[in-house]
């Protein structure tokens, strides 16, 4: 079973909200190991290679190559990843997803 911080993706993206985990069988960002469905994940193998669960713990965030991620024109989410994890590092995620379930209502 699924705990909630098991879909906190490395990059940022709350894998709760999307639409292919379940689709393509996806087990959510920690446990692909960068291997994901649609194909190899640099940002993930980069936490991975420093030892961390996410890009808002490196002292390097934002990096170019999350921006890039996030920016990207047909995967891009205008920045909301890069919002995420800055979130996740400041009041943790199982605050973030208190607050984001109290704002959906849910």
Known sequence: MLMPNDL???CGIY??????REKMNCPGCSAATGKMFWGKCEVALCCMDKG???CGLCPDFP???LRGFADDAEQGDDGQRIRNARAWTTIGFTAWLEQKNEAEGQ
């Open 8 to 10: 906190a993706a490395r």
């Open 15 to 20: 894998c709760g909200d999307c639409d292919y």
């Open 52 to 54: 961390l669960d996410h």
């Open 63 to 65: 990096c170019d190559t």
